[in-house]
């Protein structure tokens, strides 16, 4: 075995980055022999707490490995803790989570973006070199941007679910997360490869070293990635950035992006018709505290989902509900569908003529906690990032500058299955940045 490397974890836990740490975790031989790595709460961990930070899941112990921490393991990472979350995942800022918010290292009075804001805070607070989480809308990318690390969220079906306590199923993906682009993608290389358990597995390994020669590279940014809602200063560094890479030698070409204009719509209503199918399973029976059965079955049933679950899990179960019932299914889903049927289009349009395509990851930098508690406006936040989710496409957020103190990600986004293109960009603009 090999000694773990010592980790200071603040006696306060002043980012409240981990739901719970493992004081003895076993590493050994292999790419990640001894490295430290931490576990968003949704994936399943043999033997050890695993709650989505949810109060329905509470004590709730896995009694298997999800793949990719089957996979940690054999390359003798030490897993050292699970990381907090917006509760199963629905949120931009863990503010949702029901054990507390987690803090952004950057400015401890601002929100470190969600739903994986435990594991970019760990990693941001320099608790962990790398870490797991999972994008549903930007979960990844979002909390990367937010606190000044790079996030990928792969190609849908490059990294096995197996083992993910499911959100929605259609758009989730696990992906790495790390100060850097070079870990990123060392990380990547360990978690990802085809999984029998996993029916949406694509048979494609990934073993990458990362290429700065981007001359000839064109990269596309489409005008709605700088709408309305984008912070002038953030469209300002991010356009430094592109500028950056042009000066590199890539080919620079704006372009329109029209389903923009849905995407927002086709993807709440998508997630939410996911969420209630998906969560209708904890039920006080198979999961969480025993209903009483005493009451109806239905009553119970109400009691405990009441109680177990926090107020945005209530609320999109219900949207989804509603949406997926008698007489809506065809007004909402399956126009929310062919909304997803267009996004896919404009990208596949958009590859034929570029690489890949740059903007913001996210339309501001990280803001104050309480601030957006209007769900709408929360919800906005997510317009930049859901695109790739709705169309399965490779993206990654790399920090590109500040806003004052405040970080700014920089977005790239690739065709389906090129992941590793994705990663030569944001490479090589970190490198040509530390130049």
């Keep these: 075995m090999i000694p773990v490397p010592s980790i200071e974890f603040h006696p306060d836990d002043r980012y409240f980055a981990f739901l719970r740490t493992v004081s003895t975790p076993e590493c050994g031989q292999g790419r990640l022999a001894g490295i430290p790595v931490a576990v968003k709460d949704n994936i399943s961990t043999a033997g050890i707490e695993t709650t989505c930070a949810s109060r329905i899941l509470a004590g709730y112990i896995p009694p298997y490995d999800a793949t990719v921490v089957e996979h940690l393991r054999r390359e003798g990472a030490a897993i050292v803790g699970k990381t907090n979350m917006d509760e199963f995942g629905m949120g931009t800022t863990t503010e949702n989570s029901a054990f507390g918010p987690t803090k952004n290292p950057a400015d401890t009075s601002r929100v470190p973006g969600g739903s994986s804001g435990g594991s970019a805070a760990a990693i941001a607070g320099g608790l962990v070199p790398m870490a797991l989480g999972t994008d549903t809308g930007g979960s990844i990318r979002c909390p990367a941007a937010f606190c000044g690390i790079v996030g990928l969220k792969p190609t849908y079906g490059r990294v096995s679910r197996y083992g993910l306590i499911a959100y929605a199923n259609s758009l989730e993906q696990i992906g790495p997360m790390a100060g850097n682009v070079t870990d990123v993608n060392r990380l990547m290389e360990v978690i990802a490869g085809y999984d029998s358990r996993d029916s949406t597995s694509l048979n494609q390994a990934y073993l990458h070293t990362p290429d700065p020669e981007i001359r000839g590279v064109k990269i596309g940014v489409p005008e709605e990635f700088f709408g309305e ?207």
């Design 229 to 435: 809602g984008v912070d002038p200063r953030v469209a300002s560094v991010v356009w430094d950035a592109i500028s950056m890479l042009e000066r590199k030698g890539a080919e620079i070409v704006t372009c329109r992006m029209p389903s923009m204009a849905y995407a927002l719509a086709a993807y709440y209503v998508t997630c939410t018709c996911e969420a209630s199918s998906n969560l209708a399973r904890f039920d006080g029976v198979r999961y969480g505290d025993p209903a009483d059965t005493r009451k109806t079955w239905h009553e119970s049933f109400q009691e405990r989902r009441r109680e177990g679950f926090g107020e945005e899990v209530r609320r999109r179960i219900m949207l989804g509900t509603f949406a997926l019932s008698s007489g809506y299914y065809g007004k909402y889903y399956a126009k929310a569908q062919a909304a997803r049927h267009h996004v896919r289009a404009d990208f596949a349009r958009l590859f034929r003529d570029v690489d890949v395509l740059a903007g913001p990851t996210m339309p501001t930098v990280a803001f104050r906690f309480g601030e957006k508690s209007d769900p709408l406006s929360m919800y906005l936040s997510d317009i930049l990032t859901v695109p790739a989710n709705l169309a399965g496409v490779p993206a990654i957020s790399v920090p590109c500058g500040k806003v004052g103190n405040l970080p700014v990600g920089l977005q790239i986004t690739g065709r389906w299955r090129e992941d590793e293109r994705v990663v030569d960009v944001a490479y090589a603009y970190e490198q040509g940045r530390s130049a």
